[in-house]
Protein backbone atom coordinates (compact mmCIF):
# COMPACT_ATOMS: atom_id res chain seq x y z
CA UNK A 1 0.00 0.00 0.00
CA UNK A 2 1.17 3.64 -0.78
CA UNK A 3 2.37 5.77 2.38
CA UNK A 4 0.29 8.69 2.43
CA UNK A 5 2.40 11.62 1.41
CA UNK A 6 0.24 14.50 2.49
CA UNK A 7 1.79 15.96 5.46
CA UNK A 8 -0.26 18.22 7.68
CA UNK A 9 1.32 21.90 7.37
CA UNK A 10 2.10 23.57 10.41
CA UNK A 11 -0.43 26.25 11.57
CA UNK A 12 0.97 30.12 10.84
CA UNK A 13 -0.20 33.58 11.89
CA UNK A 14 -2.44 33.91 9.04
CA UNK A 15 -4.06 30.50 9.58
CA UNK A 16 -4.75 30.52 13.32
CA UNK A 17 -5.93 34.15 12.40
CA UNK A 18 -8.30 32.62 9.74
CA UNK A 19 -9.51 30.11 12.62
CA UNK A 20 -10.56 32.44 15.52
CA UNK A 21 -12.00 34.97 13.13
CA UNK A 22 -9.58 37.47 13.98
CA UNK A 23 -6.84 39.94 12.68
CA UNK A 24 -3.74 38.89 12.50
CA UNK A 25 -2.02 41.88 14.91
CA UNK A 26 -4.53 40.38 17.21
CA UNK A 27 -2.75 37.08 16.98
CA UNK A 28 0.64 39.06 17.65
CA UNK A 29 -0.42 40.81 20.30
CA UNK A 30 -1.53 37.80 22.33
CA UNK A 31 2.56 37.31 22.24
CA UNK A 32 4.38 40.11 22.20
CA UNK A 33 1.56 42.76 24.03
CA UNK A 34 -0.77 40.87 25.80
CA UNK A 35 -2.16 43.92 27.37
CA UNK A 36 -4.03 45.03 24.27
CA UNK A 37 -6.23 42.51 24.53
CA UNK A 38 -8.70 41.03 27.58
CA UNK A 39 -7.54 37.90 29.08
CA UNK A 40 -10.22 35.98 27.48
CA UNK A 41 -9.35 36.90 24.07
CA UNK A 42 -6.10 36.32 24.93
CA UNK A 43 -6.45 32.55 26.36
CA UNK A 44 -8.47 31.27 23.33
CA UNK A 45 -5.59 32.79 20.51
CA UNK A 46 -3.09 30.78 22.98
CA UNK A 47 -5.29 27.78 23.54
CA UNK A 48 -6.06 27.80 19.67
CA UNK A 49 -2.65 27.71 18.53
CA UNK A 50 -1.53 24.88 21.01
CA UNK A 51 -4.17 22.83 19.31
CA UNK A 52 -2.99 23.93 15.53
CA UNK A 53 0.66 23.32 16.84
CA UNK A 54 1.28 26.86 16.27
CA UNK A 55 4.67 27.83 17.87
CA UNK A 56 4.19 31.70 17.93
CA UNK A 57 5.76 34.57 16.18
CA UNK A 58 9.09 33.78 14.65
CA UNK A 59 11.39 35.94 16.53
CA UNK A 60 14.16 35.86 14.23
CA UNK A 61 11.82 37.36 11.59
CA UNK A 62 10.96 39.96 14.66
CA UNK A 63 14.02 41.06 15.15
CA UNK A 64 14.36 42.03 11.48
CA UNK A 65 11.54 43.94 11.70
CA UNK A 66 12.17 45.83 14.64
CA UNK A 67 15.72 45.59 14.23
CA UNK A 68 15.86 44.66 17.97
CA UNK A 69 17.11 41.85 19.31
CA UNK A 70 16.01 41.79 22.52
CA UNK A 71 19.19 40.55 24.38
CA UNK A 72 22.55 42.17 26.06
CA UNK A 73 26.00 40.78 24.64
CA UNK A 74 28.43 39.94 27.69
CA UNK A 75 31.40 39.85 25.95
CA UNK A 76 34.10 37.80 28.15
CA UNK A 77 37.45 37.12 26.40
CA UNK A 78 37.67 33.58 28.46
CA UNK A 79 36.30 30.36 27.57
CA UNK A 80 32.62 30.12 28.54
CA UNK A 81 33.53 27.41 31.72
CA UNK A 82 35.23 30.49 33.19
CA UNK A 83 32.47 32.67 33.79
CA UNK A 84 30.66 29.74 36.15
CA UNK A 85 34.23 29.17 37.40
CA UNK A 86 36.20 32.19 39.01
CA UNK A 87 33.37 33.54 41.77
CA UNK A 88 33.88 37.10 41.16
CA UNK A 89 33.14 36.60 37.20
CA UNK A 90 30.00 34.29 38.32
CA UNK A 91 28.73 37.06 41.00
CA UNK A 92 29.18 40.07 37.88
CA UNK A 93 27.24 37.71 35.82
CA UNK A 94 24.59 37.34 38.38
CA UNK A 95 24.25 40.83 38.57
CA UNK A 96 24.19 41.58 35.16
CA UNK A 97 21.27 39.11 34.56
CA UNK A 98 19.47 40.63 37.33
CA UNK A 99 19.30 43.92 35.78
CA UNK A 100 18.48 42.18 32.13
CA UNK A 101 15.47 40.57 33.97
CA UNK A 102 14.23 43.31 35.30
CA UNK A 103 14.02 44.41 31.74
CA UNK A 104 12.60 42.17 30.21
CA UNK A 105 15.90 41.87 27.88
CA UNK A 106 17.81 38.16 27.47
CA UNK A 107 21.69 37.99 28.20
CA UNK A 108 23.78 36.39 25.13
CA UNK A 109 27.52 35.20 26.26
CA UNK A 110 29.99 35.29 24.03
CA UNK A 111 33.34 33.89 25.44
CA UNK A 112 36.38 33.47 23.07
CA UNK A 113 39.52 32.21 23.53
CA UNK A 114 41.93 34.35 24.91
CA UNK A 115 44.99 33.20 22.90
CA UNK A 116 42.82 33.61 19.39
CA UNK A 117 42.12 36.30 17.45
CA UNK A 118 38.95 35.49 15.75
CA UNK A 119 36.40 38.32 16.00
CA UNK A 120 33.26 35.77 14.33
CA UNK A 121 31.66 35.24 17.15
CA UNK A 122 31.26 39.34 18.16
CA UNK A 123 30.04 40.23 14.67
CA UNK A 124 27.34 37.29 15.02
CA UNK A 125 26.01 38.10 18.31
CA UNK A 126 22.46 39.25 17.60
CA UNK A 127 22.42 41.69 20.46
CA UNK A 128 21.43 45.70 21.11
CA UNK A 129 24.34 46.17 23.17
CA UNK A 130 27.09 44.90 25.02
CA UNK A 131 28.99 45.12 28.22
CA UNK A 132 32.66 43.79 28.01
CA UNK A 133 34.17 42.83 31.31
CA UNK A 134 37.63 43.71 31.98
CA UNK A 135 39.59 42.64 28.87
CA UNK A 136 42.96 44.16 27.77
CA UNK A 137 43.36 47.59 26.09
CA UNK A 138 44.80 46.00 22.80
CA UNK A 139 41.94 42.87 22.71
CA UNK A 140 40.44 42.67 18.60
CA UNK A 141 37.24 41.27 20.18
CA UNK A 142 36.74 44.80 22.04
CA UNK A 143 38.06 46.70 18.88
CA UNK A 144 35.28 44.35 16.98
CA UNK A 145 32.27 45.42 19.09
CA UNK A 146 33.52 49.59 19.13
CA UNK A 147 32.74 49.15 15.54
CA UNK A 148 29.03 47.73 16.19
CA UNK A 149 26.80 51.05 16.22
CA UNK A 150 25.30 49.74 19.12
CA UNK A 151 25.72 50.69 22.97
CA UNK A 152 28.73 49.88 24.85
CA UNK A 153 29.70 49.31 28.59
CA UNK A 154 32.99 48.31 29.79
CA UNK A 155 32.99 46.51 32.90
CA UNK A 156 36.76 47.42 35.33
CA UNK A 157 38.62 47.75 32.41
CA UNK A 158 40.42 48.81 29.45
CA UNK A 159 38.78 52.80 29.41
CA UNK A 160 37.70 53.63 26.52
CA UNK A 161 37.23 56.96 25.40
CA UNK A 162 33.61 58.20 24.60
CA UNK A 163 32.79 54.68 26.46
CA UNK A 164 30.25 53.86 29.67
CA UNK A 165 32.36 52.54 32.48
CA UNK A 166 31.67 50.82 35.60
CA UNK A 167 34.68 49.39 37.98
CA UNK A 168 36.07 50.46 41.44
CA UNK A 169 39.44 52.55 42.32
CA UNK A 170 41.81 49.96 42.40
CA UNK A 171 45.00 51.62 42.86
CA UNK A 172 43.16 53.47 45.52
CA UNK A 173 41.73 49.98 47.41
CA UNK A 174 45.09 48.23 47.05
CA UNK A 175 46.98 50.82 48.07
CA UNK A 176 44.96 51.00 51.71
CA UNK A 177 45.64 47.29 51.95
CA UNK A 178 49.46 48.22 51.40
CA UNK A 179 49.28 50.49 54.17
CA UNK A 180 48.16 48.38 56.57
CA UNK A 181 50.84 45.93 56.05
CA UNK A 182 53.63 48.94 55.85
CA UNK A 183 52.01 49.80 59.38
CA UNK A 184 52.89 46.09 60.67
CA UNK A 185 56.52 46.71 59.45
CA UNK A 186 56.49 44.46 56.34
CA UNK A 187 59.29 46.05 53.90
CA UNK A 188 60.48 42.70 52.01
CA UNK A 189 57.55 41.62 50.51
CA UNK A 190 56.47 39.40 47.09
CA UNK A 191 53.84 40.28 45.19
CA UNK A 192 51.94 37.51 42.48
CA UNK A 193 49.35 38.76 39.89
CA UNK A 194 47.26 38.00 37.11
CA UNK A 195 47.92 38.52 33.59
CA UNK A 196 49.41 41.35 32.49
CA UNK A 197 49.04 41.09 28.69
CA UNK A 198 47.65 38.53 26.31
CA UNK A 199 51.13 36.88 25.70
CA UNK A 200 51.83 34.24 28.22
CA UNK A 201 54.22 34.69 30.67
CA UNK A 202 54.00 32.74 33.72
CA UNK A 203 57.35 33.67 35.45
CA UNK A 204 58.98 37.42 36.87
CA UNK A 205 58.21 40.30 35.74
CA UNK A 206 60.01 43.39 34.56
CA UNK A 207 58.98 46.84 35.96
CA UNK A 208 58.73 47.90 32.38
CA UNK A 209 56.61 45.04 31.94
CA UNK A 210 54.37 45.93 34.83
CA UNK A 211 54.24 49.64 33.87
CA UNK A 212 53.24 49.25 30.01
CA UNK A 213 50.74 46.20 31.58
CA UNK A 214 47.81 46.28 28.42
CA UNK A 215 45.30 44.91 31.22
CA UNK A 216 44.65 48.10 33.33
CA UNK A 217 43.61 46.76 36.47
CA UNK A 218 46.67 44.88 37.19
CA UNK A 219 48.34 47.65 36.62
CA UNK A 220 46.94 49.89 38.53
CA UNK A 221 46.88 47.23 41.24
CA UNK A 222 51.23 47.48 40.94
CA UNK A 223 51.39 51.04 40.49
CA UNK A 224 49.49 51.09 43.96
CA UNK A 225 51.61 48.31 45.56
CA UNK A 226 54.87 50.27 43.91
CA UNK A 227 54.00 54.03 45.33
CA UNK A 228 52.78 52.91 48.65
CA UNK A 229 56.26 50.74 49.44
CA UNK A 230 58.50 53.02 47.60
CA UNK A 231 56.96 56.16 50.17
CA UNK A 232 58.93 53.79 53.02
CA UNK A 233 62.20 53.02 50.97
CA UNK A 234 61.31 49.93 49.50
CA UNK A 235 63.13 49.72 46.18
CA UNK A 236 60.40 48.51 44.12
CA UNK A 237 62.52 47.44 40.91
CA UNK A 238 64.24 44.94 43.52
CA UNK A 239 60.43 43.70 44.47
CA UNK A 240 59.61 40.26 43.10
CA UNK A 241 56.53 39.98 41.30
CA UNK A 242 55.18 37.15 39.56
CA UNK A 243 52.70 36.67 37.15
CA UNK A 244 50.02 33.90 36.12
CA UNK A 245 48.54 33.58 32.80
CA UNK A 246 45.75 31.15 34.35
CA UNK A 247 43.90 32.56 37.24
CA UNK A 248 43.06 28.99 39.01
CA UNK A 249 44.24 28.46 42.94
CA UNK A 250 47.01 26.01 41.24
CA UNK A 251 48.63 29.02 39.09
CA UNK A 252 48.53 30.55 42.73
CA UNK A 253 50.42 27.53 44.66
CA UNK A 254 52.98 27.71 42.05
CA UNK A 255 53.82 31.23 41.63
CA UNK A 256 54.64 31.52 45.59
CA UNK A 257 56.38 28.19 44.75
CA UNK A 258 58.18 30.02 42.21
CA UNK A 259 58.47 33.42 44.54
CA UNK A 260 59.39 31.69 47.83
CA UNK A 261 62.15 29.49 45.83
CA UNK A 262 63.98 32.67 44.47
CA UNK A 263 63.73 34.93 48.04
CA UNK A 264 62.55 32.66 50.92
CA UNK A 265 62.69 35.91 53.55
CA UNK A 266 60.31 37.94 52.19
CA UNK A 267 57.66 38.49 55.05
CA UNK A 268 55.03 39.07 52.81
CA UNK A 269 53.08 37.76 49.38
CA UNK A 270 50.67 40.22 48.33
CA UNK A 271 48.26 38.38 45.90
CA UNK A 272 46.45 40.81 43.32
CA UNK A 273 43.20 38.37 43.66
CA UNK A 274 41.83 35.96 46.15
CA UNK A 275 41.98 32.91 44.17
CA UNK A 276 46.15 33.45 43.77
CA UNK A 277 46.13 34.13 47.28
CA UNK A 278 44.24 30.88 48.16
CA UNK A 279 47.13 29.31 45.99
CA UNK A 280 49.72 31.46 48.15
CA UNK A 281 47.91 29.82 51.31
CA UNK A 282 47.91 26.48 50.37
CA UNK A 283 51.92 26.53 48.59
CA UNK A 284 52.77 27.85 52.68
CA UNK A 285 51.13 25.50 53.97
CA UNK A 286 52.77 22.83 52.01
CA UNK A 287 56.34 24.36 52.94
CA UNK A 288 55.27 24.57 56.58
CA UNK A 289 54.72 27.83 56.95
CA UNK A 290 52.50 29.29 59.29
CA UNK A 291 50.23 32.12 58.48
CA UNK A 292 50.26 34.88 59.33
CA UNK A 293 52.79 33.82 62.12
CA UNK A 294 55.63 33.12 59.27
CA UNK A 295 54.47 34.51 56.65
CA UNK A 296 51.66 37.13 55.40
CA UNK A 297 49.04 36.71 52.70
CA UNK A 298 46.66 38.63 51.27
CA UNK A 299 44.25 38.83 48.78
CA UNK A 300 41.87 40.92 46.61
CA UNK A 301 38.52 40.61 45.64
CA UNK A 302 36.28 39.79 48.67
CA UNK A 303 35.37 36.42 47.13
CA UNK A 304 32.97 33.39 50.03
CA UNK A 305 36.24 31.01 49.85
CA UNK A 306 38.31 33.75 51.04
CA UNK A 307 35.87 35.05 53.68
CA UNK A 308 35.96 31.79 54.93
CA UNK A 309 39.59 30.84 55.72
CA UNK A 310 39.49 34.80 56.92
CA UNK A 311 41.94 35.96 54.01
CA UNK A 312 43.36 39.74 54.83
CA UNK A 313 41.91 41.50 51.32
CA UNK A 314 39.90 43.83 49.95
CA UNK A 315 36.19 43.52 49.15
CA UNK A 316 34.68 44.84 46.07
CA UNK A 317 30.81 44.45 44.90
CA UNK A 318 30.68 42.12 42.30
CA UNK A 319 27.05 41.84 42.14
CA UNK A 320 26.69 44.92 42.12
CA UNK A 321 29.09 45.69 39.44
CA UNK A 322 27.24 43.30 36.89
CA UNK A 323 23.79 45.12 37.82
CA UNK A 324 25.24 48.60 37.06
CA UNK A 325 26.60 47.71 33.86
CA UNK A 326 23.49 46.21 33.05
CA UNK A 327 21.31 49.19 34.18
CA UNK A 328 23.69 51.75 32.30
CA UNK A 329 23.68 49.94 29.27
CA UNK A 330 19.90 50.00 29.04
CA UNK A 331 19.26 53.23 30.23
CA UNK A 332 19.38 56.20 27.17
CA UNK A 333 22.35 56.94 26.45
CA UNK A 334 23.94 60.27 26.66
CA UNK A 335 25.58 61.07 23.35
CA UNK A 336 27.51 64.07 24.80
CA UNK A 337 29.72 62.55 27.26
CA UNK A 338 30.64 59.17 28.47
CA UNK A 339 28.92 58.27 31.99
CA UNK A 340 31.18 56.47 34.55
CA UNK A 341 30.44 54.50 37.90
CA UNK A 342 32.74 53.65 40.45
CA UNK A 343 31.73 51.48 43.36
CA UNK A 344 33.05 51.41 46.75
CA UNK A 345 35.33 49.05 48.56
CA UNK A 346 36.21 47.41 51.66
CA UNK A 347 39.09 46.80 53.35
CA UNK A 348 38.99 43.07 55.20
CA UNK A 349 41.17 43.39 57.95
CA UNK A 350 40.72 38.99 58.03
CA UNK A 351 43.66 36.90 59.92
CA UNK A 352 46.48 36.27 57.37
CA UNK A 353 48.46 39.26 58.22
CA UNK A 354 50.34 39.93 61.11
CA UNK A 355 53.93 41.94 61.82
CA UNK A 356 56.78 39.83 60.59
CA UNK A 357 58.87 37.84 62.37
CA UNK A 358 62.43 39.74 63.54
CA UNK A 359 65.35 37.65 62.31
CA UNK A 360 65.90 36.46 65.92
CA UNK A 361 62.74 34.75 65.89
CA UNK A 362 63.14 32.92 62.47
CA UNK A 363 65.94 31.50 63.49
CA UNK A 364 65.24 30.64 66.86
CA UNK A 365 61.75 29.48 65.84
CA UNK A 366 58.40 30.50 68.07
Given at each position: MARSTHVRRPATLASLAAELGVS???VSNAYNRPDQLSPELRRRVLETARRLG????????????TRKAG???LLLTENLSYAFRDPAALGFLEGLALACEGAGQGL???????EREDVASVHRAGVDGFVVYSVPD???HLAAVLSRPVPTVVADQPRVDGVDRVGIDDRGAITALAGRLIALGHRRVGVICMRLARDRNDGFVTVE?????????QRARLAGLADAFGGVGVDWSRVPVVERFDHSVASGASAAAQLLD???????????SDILALGALAEARRRGLRV??????????????????GLTTVRQPVLEKGRAAGKLLLASPDPTRPREITLDTEFVPGATAAPPRTAEERWFGP
Open positions: RTTYPGPDPVARSLRAVGHLVPVNPDDPRADSAHFHVADPHVTALVCTPQDLTVTGFDGIADAERV
